[in-house]
């Protein structure tokens, strides 16, 4: 039997554009590759997370079977921080993946986050992989601030280092593979929009009406909106400072263009995506 490759996977953030994340493991475990360690930030440490605890398809089915409506209807507009407390959407997060340690698990873990307090990275790795990924995923102003028991304040690993490569140093492995979600825009958009069922449209649009959100977070040149565009242009700079000064073996650069922060009801397109992507390399 041909050995495995070894493998030490590092998958940013950048929201939606993290499914494609999926589709690049399900490559690598077809393809005589063995994920050993995965270090992950915000959306990466989410599949990161679900893979580690060996629950990633039961991620992946959520996602094909849940609509617009119900995934807004898991972001409570409640939050003390941020638009969003993340109780509801956790919960359900949990009944998903249940709430394993990340020392039990089989595979060597780290979520990334950020302490806005200390203004230092963050590396987690060991205790509740659900609290892990939660502090992960803090987008600033969307998310609140995951507290921890000593009272820090984390939000999303992205704001210090959206790529973490960092905590795989350490490791046994063959490779170390990175994909970064912050790649340069690509000239055509490389998922083809769908037409719009202008019935699920306007059901959206009086979903969102009845919360009464704010035109600052709704509109498409609202506050939040800019802000959210800003703070994928400091990831994306970031990002390219970390990888050239610390370079993986193998690094996927998804483009930041690919789709949207929030688009996650192109779930299937994106893992697709993420696969063929890795199926077109010479070096994989």
Not at 38 to 57: Q, T
Not at 84 to 113: P, Q
């Amino acid at each position: 039997m041909m050995h495995k490759k070894t493998v030490s996977l590092v998958l940013g953030s950048g929201g939606a554009r993290g499914l494609a994340h999926i589709g690049i493991i399900k490559y690598l475990t077809q393809h005589n590759y063995e994920i050993k360690s995965i270090s992950g930030c915000s959306i990466g440490a989410l599949v990161g997370g679900f893979y580690a605890a060996g629950k990633l398809d039961i991620y992946e089915n959520w996602l094909k079977e849940i609509d617009t409506i119900a995934m807004l209807k898991l972001l409570d507009f409640k939050g003390s921080g941020g638009i969003v407390s993340g109780e509801k959407l956790m919960k359900k997060l949990s009944e998903l993946i249940g709430d394993s340690k990340i020392e039990d698990l089989d595979i060597t873990f780290t979520a990334v986050a950020t302490n806005i307090d200390t203004e230092k990275e963050v590396w987690l790795n060991s205790g509740s992989l659900l609290n892990a990924v939660r502090a992960s995923i803090s987008l600033p102003m969307f998310f609140t601030p995951f507290i921890t028991n000593s009272g820090a304040r984390l939000v999303d690993g992205g704001v210090l280092n959206p790529v973490p490569i960092a905590p795989t140093f350490t490791d046994d492995t063959d490779l170390t593979i990175s994909v970064n979600l912050g790649g340069e825009i690509s000239p055509q958009c490389p998922i083809k929009k769908k037409k719009v069922d202008t019935s699920i449209s306007k059901k959206i649009q009086q979903y969102m009406q009845n919360i009464s959100l704010p035109e600052a977070i709704t509109k498409e040149d609202g506050m939040y909106v800019i802000a959210n565009k800003s703070f994928e242009t400091m990831q994306g700079a970031l990002a390219r400072m970390k990888l050239a000064a610390y370079p993986s073996d193998i690094e996927i650069d998804i483009p930041r263009n690919l789709c949207a922060t929030f688009e996650f009801h192109k779930s299937q397109e994106l893992i697709e995506y993420g696969y063929n992507l890795c199926k077109d390399r010479d070096d994989l």
